[in-house]
């Protein structure tokens, strides 16, 4: 449920956001692609070839390489990265690949001894490449990021040693009240801190967009008389789903998805399969986060936090490229809010309060934001214009009281 909720906050209206990193074709000065690259002899070498048609990680082939020269060290070879189709190794067959039809490996690891009498050796693939030259050239060495990661992962995927206290309470209500308004009003990266909403006296409250797809669905959450969620429904292609809000003596331990909640004083720590989020109130006023998932398919760690300094809400991700921040006026008067994304830094954005509205003009995607409160202090409709594609969408919000 939270992971699906990610996807309506952070693709709907706002942002791109790539939970996994940035992932480009980086090129090293000297590194860019070839037509075709010459491999001569004289001593060992390996040759990590990528494809120049490969968007590939830098960071891990980058890893492949320091790995190579680590665990071969002994065979005092060079290791190099190329980004090209074509190889040539100058043996006495002038041994040549041509992989520009190729519909296989888009990246693979050559290794070669240098004398003209040998053969290269190839290797289909990137990652782990230590443990098919180690078998070739029977060595016992192993890539040391499946062991560092495998440490890593259940360091931070075994759950803690409880420790329950008056403040665990505090940060449970908490998160739950920043959890609902972020799920309602489409408010991410740290600005549902912009706002102070109590729903203490709601027995429900409905949000019904003018416009239904896969990223804006209606949804219904129902309250306790003393502000807590306790159900949420929603409907996706006209299906409708639902889920209770799961409280064990007052603290909230599931939101409806496949993570475990656990309370370590004045921290929440949500660990599911694969992630790890910790939750805690800053400040006394502001919900900061960090969030790290693991990725076996490239045994690597990615993370994303929000957190405040002074009057500044800061949102950071791996690979930095949606890193956003928000620049309070002050702590206590928290409008106008400059809002700046890393991938648009020349064109900062403000957020400005004029009445009973909350009105961004989002510069870097040209889209017009407005959050319209009742004079009860709620919001009533948020509308989101796209001035480039002349498109728009309210989503109008109706309220249920206690009597």
């Known amino acids: 449920m939270r992971s699906f909720f990610s996807i309506i906050l952070f693709i709907a209206f706002i942002l791109q956001i790539n939970v996994c990193g940035q992932v480009s074709q980086a090129y090293e000065v000297g590194k860019e ?145 920043k959890t609902v308004m972020s799920y309602l009003f489409y408010l991410e990266k740290g600005s549902e801190n912009f706002y102070k909403m109590t729903f203490k006296g ?71 399969e694969d992630s790890r989020t910790v939750y805690t109130v800053k400040d006394e006023d502001f919900l900061v986060s960090r969030y790290d998932t693991f990725f076996d398919d490239n045994r690597k760690m990615y993370w994303r936090e929000i957190d405040v300094e002074g009057n500044l809400i800061s949102y950071k991700e791996e690979g930095g490229g949606n890193d956003t921040t928000y620049k309070l006026a002050s702590r206590k008067n928290i409008f106008p809010v400059v809002h700046r994304v890393a991938h648009s830094a ?8 004029k009445g009973l509205e909350i009105i961004e003009k989002y510069l870097p995607d040209n889209k017009v934001f407005i959050w319209t409160f009742n004079e009860k202090g709620f919001i009533k409709k948020a509308s989101f214009n796209d001035l480039r594609d002349k498109e728009k969408l309210e989503i109008t919000y109706l309220y249920e009281y206690y009597k």
């Open 33 to 177: 692609p070839q037509d075709k690259v010459l491999i001569s002899g004289g001593k060992p070498v390996f040759v990590i070839a990528i494809s120049p048609n490969l968007a590939s990680d830098s960071f891990v082939t980058e890893r492949e390489k320091k790995e190579l020269q680590k665990n071969f060290k002994s065979l005092q070879a060079d290791v190099r990265i190329e980004y090209t189709d074509v190889i040539i190794f100058k043996n006495k067959n002038i041994r040549k690949f041509d992989f520009q039809k190729s519909n296989e490996s888009l990246e693979r690891v050559f290794y070669w001894d240098g004398k003209v009498d040998s053969e290269p050796v190839i290797y289909e693939g990137l990652m782990n490449a230590t443990e098919f030259f180690a078998q070739e050239l029977n060595l016992d060495v192993v890539s040391s990021y499946d062991i560092d990661f495998e440490k890593l992962k259940k360091e931070y995927l075994t759950a803690p040693e409880e420790k329950i206290t008056k403040k665990s309470k505090e940060v449970s209500d908490f998160f739950l009240n």
């Open 202 to 272: 709601i027995k429900s409250i409905k949000a019904v967009p003018s416009i239904t797809g896969k990223d804006v669905i209606p949804m219904e959450i129902t309250f306790n008389e003393d502000g807590l969620p306790m159900n949420m429904n929603y409907t996706v292609e006209k299906n409708v789903k639902n889920f209770n809000f799961q409280y064990e003596n007052g603290l909230i331990r599931n939101l409806g998805n496949d993570s475990n909640l656990y309370y370590v004083d004045d921290k929440i720590i949500a660990i599911n």
């Open 346 to 353: 020349d064109k900062e954005s403000v957020v400005e309060k």
